[in-house]
């Protein structure tokens, strides 16, 4: 990891201890310093650091109220604050974690062990901004693409419908239709994957589970015909009424029932299974495709994981996550099981009734 373009801001009332830290740090990094915290706060937005290394006990505002004030301000989110202090006792310390700080470090303090955890957490400050630029990225393709999106499959759509138009270009029409259409799933997908990750808030209701099963099953009958595939899923027995989000759940329910029906062979059969123990639900979805090679089967769950694998994880890496990510937001399991012919995956809720 190259270091010479991290920015640090050393903050401490001791001018010795401003020089020991800026003739450590400042082979490996940009250093700023400032002997209280007042003046701290003026630097930060003209020198926005990456980390700041803060003491605690400064004339004015220490460093708790510092680090209160930068938590407050969403220009410094991804700033990583280390307090640094002769102040050892768990209090102390428990005190500055809620103040918002990163991490604790008790003076005197040994050089290499401020330097490792300088450097770890300015590796997890790239690492949250690599995935904070993905998640703008996203946001701003799955804004940008919507509307012109809807407008081609309209014009597709209504030409298809115009008998002057001859059979050949009605098929070319369709192949743009459909392409358009895998196009916009992918961005409501990358949309509700977003939000998700933003902290989408649980909108929970008692419903009935067979229903949504039910629904999720005739959504993706015009795949199954096409195949020839059958869905066994009795909507009858054994129903199951809980608590939860079912507007997410159904995504949960179409997107596995999709993926089952896509990797069975013609005239193949997928099963929905339900169970109940006392105080979660078992919902199984089973196909008979391929399976998924032992080597993926810890991948298949990353958002974006692989694109060319045989089997499941075929562009499907989006459906999956947001999967995970919601069965999770419900305090619940869900994992696959695979053996040539049969893949399974199992999902495990609990039941709030």
Same mark, same amino acid.
């Given at each position: 990891?190259?270091?010479? /373009?991290?920015?640090?801001?050393?903050?401490? &009332?001791?001018?010795?201890?401003?020089?020991?830290?800026?003739?450590?740090?400042?082979?490996?990094?940009?250093?700023?310093?400032?002997?209280?915290?007042?003046?701290?706060?003026?630097?930060?937005?003209?020198?926005?650091?990456?980390?700041?290394?803060? &003491?605690?006990?400064?004339?004015?505002? &220490?460093?708790?109220?510092?680090?209160?004030?930068? #938590?407050?301000?969403? #220009?410094?989110?991804?700033?990583?604050?280390?307090?640094?202090?002769?102040?050892?006792?768990?209090?102390?310390?428990?005190?500055?974690?809620?103040?918002?700080? &990163?991490?604790?470090?008790?003076?005197?303090?040994?050089?290499?062990?401020?330097?490792?955890?300088?450097?770890?957490?300015?590796?997890?400050?790239?690492? %949250?901004?690599?995935?904070?630029?993905?998640?703008?990225?996203?946001?701003?393709?799955? /804004?940008?693409?919507?509307?012109?999106?809807?407008?081609?499959?309209?014009?597709?759509?209504?030409?298809?419908?115009?008998?002057?138009?001859?059979?050949?270009?009605?098929?070319?029409?369709?192949?743009?239709?459909?392409?358009?259409?895998?196009?916009?799933?992918?961005?409501?997908?990358?949309?509700?994957?977003?939000?998700?990750?933003?902290?989408?808030?649980? %909108?929970?209701?008692?419903?009935?589970?067979?229903?949504?099963?039910?629904?999720?099953?005739?959504?993706?009958?015009?795949?199954?015909?096409?195949?020839?595939?059958?869905?066994?899923?009795?909507?009858? !027995?054994?129903?199951?009424?809980?608590?939860?989000?079912?507007?997410?759940?159904?995504?949960?329910?179409?997107?596995?029932?999709?993926?089952?029906?896509? *990797?069975?062979?013609?005239?193949?059969?997928?099963?929905?299974?339900?169970?109940?123990?006392?105080?979660?639900?078992?919902?199984?979805?089973?196909?008979?495709?391929?399976?998924?090679?032992?080597?993926?089967?810890?991948?298949?769950?990353?958002? *974006?994981?692989?694109? !060319?694998?045989? /089997?499941?994880?075929?562009?499907?890496?989006?459906?999956?996550?947001?999967?995970?990510?919601?069965?999770?937001? /419900?305090?619940?399991?869900?994992?696959?099981?695979?053996?040539?012919?049969?893949?399974?995956?199992?999902?495990?809720?609990?039941?709030?009734?």
């Amino acid at each position: 990891m190259e270091t010479n /373009h991290f920015k640090i801001l050393v903050v401490d &009332d001791d001018p010795l201890n401003l020089e020991i830290l800026e003739e450590i740090l400042s082979e490996k990094y940009v250093v700023r310093v400032a002997d209280t915290g007042e003046n701290a706060i003026q630097i930060l937005p003209d020198f926005n650091p990456d980390l700041m290394l803060l &003491d605690i006990m400064m004339p004015g505002i &220490d460093g708790y109220e510092v680090c209160r004030r930068v #938590r407050a301000d969403h #220009r410094y989110y991804l700033l990583k604050i280390i307090l640094v202090s002769g102040k050892s006792m768990l209090e102390e310390r428990l005190q500055g974690y809620d103040a918002g700080a &990163d991490d604790y470090i008790v003076k005197p303090f040994v050089d290499e062990e401020l330097e490792a955890k300088i450097r770890v957490f300015l590796r997890l400050k790239r690492s %949250e901004e690599i995935d904070q630029i993905k998640s703008d990225l996203l946001r701003v393709f799955s /804004h940008e693409t919507r509307t012109p999106l809807n407008g081609i499959l309209l014009s597709t759509e209504l030409l298809r419908s115009d008998d002057a138009i001859g059979e050949e270009a009605k098929v070319y029409l369709q192949v743009i239709e459909d392409s358009g259409r895998r196009l916009l799933e992918f961005v409501k997908k990358t949309t509700l994957l977003c939000d998700i990750k933003s902290g989408l808030t649980l %909108e929970k209701n008692s419903n009935s589970l067979n229903s949504f099963l039910s629904v999720a099953v005739k959504a993706v009958k015009k795949d199954a015909k096409a195949k020839n595939v059958n869905i066994i899923f009795n909507e009858i !027995d054994n129903d199951i009424i809980f608590v939860a989000d079912w507007r997410l759940l159904i995504k949960i329910f179409i997107y596995l029932i999709e993926n089952a029906v896509k *990797f069975s062979p013609n005239n193949g059969t997928v099963t929905i299974e339900k169970t109940k123990s006392k105080s979660s639900c078992e919902i199984r979805i089973i196909d008979q495709g391929k399976g998924i090679e032992p080597e993926w089967m810890d991948k298949i769950f990353h958002e *974006f994981a692989v694109r !060319d694998v045989m /089997h499941h994880q075929k562009g499907l890496g989006l459906s999956l996550a947001i999967a995970k990510y919601i069965v999770e937001m /419900h305090e619940g399991t869900i994992h696959a099981e695979s053996v040539p012919s049969k893949t399974s995956f199992i999902i495990r809720l609990p039941i709030q009734e």
